[in-house]
Each structure stands twice: as C-alpha cells, then as structure tokens.
C-alpha cells in the first residue's frame, strides 16, 4: 500500500472547483521532500501536471494549482471541465521504505 | 521532441523472464535519469526502478528488489528492464520515465506509451 494517501474520488460540475488531497508523513512530504502531480486520461500514459509542489510545466492550463503545507499536498482544479475527467497521483520521496520514490494511491475526478 | 517508446512486453509463464526495452529521442538521453513505473490492470501507479544518468547508481522498489534489474546503455539511448522469476503480481503495463524536472526528487516528465506484461499459465 502506498504511503501517500488520496481520496479515490471526487466530483464536481462544470465550472466548479475541486480539491484532492494528498496526506503523507514526516518520512516523506513532511521531511521537506517536493510533490509532483500527474495526471492519466482514460487509457493513456500519465503526464506530468505540476512539479516541485507548484509549478507548471508549459502546456499545462492555469486552472490547475499545487500547494504544499506540513504533511501534505493539495491539487485544484478551478473551471472544472469535461476534459479534465481522470485520474490524478500525487508523487513524492519516502525515507522510511526502501521504495524511495512513492505515488499516491491516485483520485478519480469525475465531471458531473 | 522527447520521446520515450517501451518495448518487450508479451505474454509469459510464472518463472520466465523477459526484457523491456525503452529507446530514447529528442533529448541527451545519457544527462538523465530514468524510472520504470508499472501499473496493474484497474490499479494505481507503482515505482519500480530507477538508475542514475550514468549507471552508477539502481535502485529498486520492495516488490521487484532481488528479481528485477535496471540497466542503460547511453549509446543506443535505450533503457532496459530485465524480469527474472516473474510471477502473477507483476502483469501490468510498464512505463519508462524520464526524471527530468528539478526538485527532490525530480518530476517525471516525460512518458512513454507503456508495454503490457501479462505473466500467466
């Protein structure tokens, strides 16, 4: 099981804006390690969605924002659209495991 | 532009091996890291592997450590994964990645299309 832990779902309606969570742990996001988030449209590769806690590669639209605080990591989604149904993982460091690199265990964002 | 493109996968019995391959472009393939990173059918994304820009450094998730060796070869800018004792937990799809956006650790930022591995009898 993963270290980092996400809601398996959110919802949300055209237009509106949702959050997921990613609750992590002093051995990985609270020692001060960056969170990446990714997202994976129905039966494709992931793709990278926002690095180092709050950046966004070029491409990316700036309805999607990253934040960091503690042990954990949020990502938003503002002007919620239909495309933007998928599955979103959190990723970090974790010190405590000999699995260095962990994703989180990943929340479907479904567009109601 | 960068691009990741996996091969090797099939269909293989419970304790054969098997070797993905992951050819580079578009990019100075021997300046970056790289990361295998699997995913089962209907699952999350799970770390597998990872090796240095250079080599010189593997390291290995809990569930393939012992089983699974990472290598590259930076003048054929391929990345492989060499499976031995494979068994029925580790059918998914296998993606190779790039670790190339900075933090720590860095982002994986770009993907290849992935290759199915299904280990059955």
């Known amino acids: 099981q993963s270290v980092l832990t996400q809601p398996p779902s959110v919802s949300g309606a055209p237009g509106q804006r949702v959050t997921i969570s990613c609750t992590g742990s002093?051995?990985?996001?609270?020692?001060?390690?960056?969170v990446h988030w990714y997202q994976q449209l129905p039966g494709t590769a992931p793709k990278l969605l926002i690095y180092?806690?709050?950046n966004r590669p070029s491409g990316v639209p700036d309805r999607f924002s990253g934040s960091k605080s503690g042990t954990s990591a949020s990502l938003a989604i503002s002007g919620l659209q239909a495309e933007d149904e998928a599955d979103y993982y959190c990723?970090?460091?974790?010190?405590?495991?000999?699995?260095?690199?962990?994703f989180g265990t990943g929340t479907k964002v479904t567009v109601l | 532009q960068a691009q990741l493109v996996e091969s090797g996968g099939g269909v293989v019995q419970p304790g054969t091996s098997l070797r993905l391959s992951c050819a580079g472009s578009?990019?100075?393939?021997?300046?970056?890291?790289m990361h295998w990173v699997r995913q089962a059918p209907g699952k999350g994304l799970e770390w597998a592997a990872v090796?240095?820009?250079?080599?010189?450094?593997?390291n290995y998730g809990d569930s393939v450590k012992g089983r699974f060796t990472i290598s590259r070869d930076n003048f054929r800018n391929t990345l492989y994964l060499q499976m031995n004792s494979l068994r029925s937990g580790d059918t998914a799809v296998y993606y190779c990645?790039?670790?190339?956006?900075?933090?720590?650790?860095?982002?994986?930022?770009?993907w290849g299309q992935g290759t199915m591995v299904t280990v059955s009898s």
């Open positions: 990723q970090s460091y974790d010190t405590s495991l000999s699995a260095l690199y962990v």
């Open positions: 578009g990019f100075t393939f021997s300046t970056y890291d």
């Open positions: 090796i240095s820009h250079d080599g010189s450094y593997k």
């Open positions: 180092v806690n709050n």
């Open positions: 002093s051995s990985n996001i609270g020692a001060g390690y960056d």
């Open positions: 990645a790039r670790g190339g956006v900075g933090g720590s650790p860095r982002a994986l930022d770009i």
